[in-house]
């Protein structure tokens, strides 16, 4: 394997999770709720509208793992965001005191 085919082996790893994330997130109705989560979700749709070109761009195989890294990142920030406000909405739990 040459160092072009590892590269676009690792950006197709990338994206694969990226859409794998997203897709857990819409499956599990884990919508963003804060204003956080709503601007990360917004910057990784935005990013990826502008980078598909660029990513599906058979001339340009070095730019697309940086592109999907760069995506894969946004999407991981936006789903621990979700998480974290989910976490911070629930109620505490009631413990019997011991």
């Excluded at 709720?33 to 749709?45: M, Y």
Aim: glycine share 4%; net charge negative.
């Amino acid at each position: 394997m040459d160092s072009e085919e590892i590269e676009m082996r690792e950006a197709v790893r990338e994206l694969a999770s990226a859409l794998e994330t997203l897709l857990n997130l819409i499956k599990a109705d884990a919508l963003p709720t804060t204003p956080e989560a709503h601007g990360l979700i917004r910057k990784a749709r935005t990013f990826l509208d502008a980078s598909s070109g660029r990513i599906t761009d058979p001339d340009r195989p070095g730019e697309i793992l940086p592109l999907a890294t760069a995506l894969n990142r946004l999407i991981i920030s936006a789903r621990e965001q979700i998480l974290d406000d989910a976490v911070a909405a629930s109620p505490v739990p009631d413990h019997p005191g011991m």
